[in-house]
T-cell receptor, first 114, second 114 residues
Framework: DGGITQSPKYLFRKEGQNVTLSCEQN?????MYWYRQDPGQGLRLIYY???????QKGDIAEGYSVSREKKESFPLTVTSAQKNPTAFYLC?????????????FGPGTRLTVL | SQKIEQNSEALNIQEGKTATLTCNYT??????LQWYRQDPGRGPVFLLL?????KEKRKERLKVTFDTTLKQSLFHITASQPADSATYLC?????????????FGKGTSLLVTP
């Protein structure tokens, strides 16, 4: 079964802690994306990667970091510098390279700061 | 600046009727518009893509129209069913130098009652 997975489904973080959200895809997609969704808000772009070993900041990258060491993996670290990290985090992938490619989303990780 | 607007008010309709959702946008050219469905606590699922030079696209009970003069897309679900109840997101592609990431509207919630 091809798809995109995220783990964990729920994550609780204490203030001052860094946490890492996992995103894995077996669709052989080149492009991967991280979005954040807050209640009543649209999805906002955090980081994206068009190819292995390369990634770019999105609109709200402050307090986040990513890596793309393997094609299938794009983990997101929420650092203590992110002041309001409680949100629903969505990872997506696409074939990349063309403007009309749809994106495939994972099931999301809900992060709560205690 | 680029904007995407969807009706913020929830749409309540009776089973069997046609649901029509609206997406208005500014400053996307060329425009490649996608519609996604999102169920509570889950990732969005791609439904349809319509390109700037297409007037209409159909898929089973779904129909999307695109009016580039009005900068508007209409999303129709015919013979609606309670299982169609969800939030529907409109998205437009950014340029290649932004990795073809998507900008999303805030979504319109649809409730289909028996």
């Amino acid at each position: 079964d091809g798809g995109i997975t995220q783990s964990p489904k729920y994550l609780f973080r204490k203030e001052g802690q860094n946490v890492t959200l996992s995103c894995e895809q077996n669709l052989n997609h080149d492009a991967m994306y991280w979005y954040r969704q807050d209640p009543g808000q649209g999805l906002r772009l955090i980081y994206y990667s068009q190819i292995v070993n390369d990634f770019q900041k999105g609109d709200i990258a402050e307090g986040y970091s990513v890596s793309r060491e393997k094609k299938e993996s794009f983990p997101l670290t929420v650092t203590s510098a992110q002041k309001n990290p409680t949100a629903f985090y969505l990872c997506a992938s696409s074939r990349g390279g063309e403007v009309w490619n749809e994106q495939f989303f994972g099931p999301g990780t809900r992060l709560t700061v205690l | 600046s680029q904007k995407i607007e969807q009706n913020s008010e929830a749409l309540n309709i009776q089973e069997g009727k046609t649901a029509t959702l609206t997406c208005n946008y500014t400053n996307y050219s060329p425009a490649y518009l996608q519609w996604y469905r999102q169920d509570p606590g889950r990732g969005p699922v791609f439904l349809l893509l319509i390109r700037e030079n297409e007037k209409e696209k159909r898929k089973e009970r779904l129909k999307v129209t695109f009016d580039t003069t009005l900068k508007q897309s209409l999303f129709h679900i015919t013979a609606s069913q309670p299982a169609d109840s969800a939030t529907y997101l409109c998205a437009l592609s950014r340029a290649r130098n932004s990795g073809y990431a998507l900008n999303f509207g805030k979504g319109t919630s649809l409730l289909v009652t028996p």
